[in-house]
């Protein structure tokens, strides 16, 4: 029983460069989500999904679009990279209460 | 706009003594609140929560306290631990958004 695993754990992109970050999840959670995290800012959600095939805006959703072909995994993709990206993402799911988050994804955008 | 506020930065706590978090929101539809824990390099981890139609909630040293009136929740840890020095976040529901975060640090 895993949890919640993100992959891959770091990257370094070139502006414009787009890439996908993988969520998956082995709860059997309805919902998911995702967040990115900067200092003095707390956790910001951008994306998430209340089930399978559904989606929705969270508080910066902009550069950022998401799926959710199957229950289990949430994707985050950035089509085309910016240093305002340069981050750490954590995504989380959870039956509706407590959120169980992964290890994160530290991405720098150069 | 932030609907999850958490107004101190940073807590300095002696050792053994109570340390009080405290969080405000403006959204009066969120029904559920929880506290989460964040050490660096990991990610958060699940404290302590409570439904909107309680005003305590109690785990051993934690407690947390809603007042809906005044859309505030705090979260007291007695006694204070050096392992409980950490980012504290409250987040609420539905979306799950969260605070920006109370950095903890517990002094022996």
């Known amino acids: 029983n895993a949890g919640v695993t993100q992959t891959p754990k770091f990257r370094v992109l070139k502006t414009g460069q787009s890439m996908t970050l993988l969520c998956a999840q082995d709860m059997n959670h309805e919902y998911m989500y995702w967040y990115r995290q900067d200092p003095g800012m707390g956790l910001r959600l951008i994306h998430y999904s209340v089930g399978e095939g559904t989606t929705a805006k969270g508080e910066v959703p902009d550069g950022y679009n998401v799926s959710r072909l199957k229950k289990q995994n949430f994707l985050l993709g950035l089509e085309s990279a910016a240093p305002s990206q340069t981050s750490v993402y954590f995504c989380?799911?959870?039956?509706?209460?407590?959120?169980?988050f992964g290890q994160g994804t530290r991405l720098t955008v150069v | 706009d932030q609907q999850v506020k958490q107004n101190s930065p940073s807590l300095s706590v002696q050792e053994g003594r109570i340390s009080i978090l405290n969080c405000d929101y403006t959204n009066s539809m969120f029904d559920y609140f929880l506290w989460y824990k964040k050490y660096p390099a990991e990610g958060p981890t699940f404290l302590i929560s409570?439904?909107?139609?309680?005003d305590k909630n109690e785990d051993g040293r934690f407690t947390v306290f809603l007042n809906k009136s005044a859309k505030h929740l705090s979260l007291h840890i007695v006694p204070s631990q050096p392992g409980d020095s950490a980012v504290y976040f409250c987040a609420a529901t539905q979306k799950l958004v969260f605070g920006q975060g109370t950095r903890l640090t517990i002094n022996p």
């Open positions: 989380a799911s959870s039956w509706g209460g407590e959120a169980f």
């Open positions: 409570i439904s909107s139609i309680k």
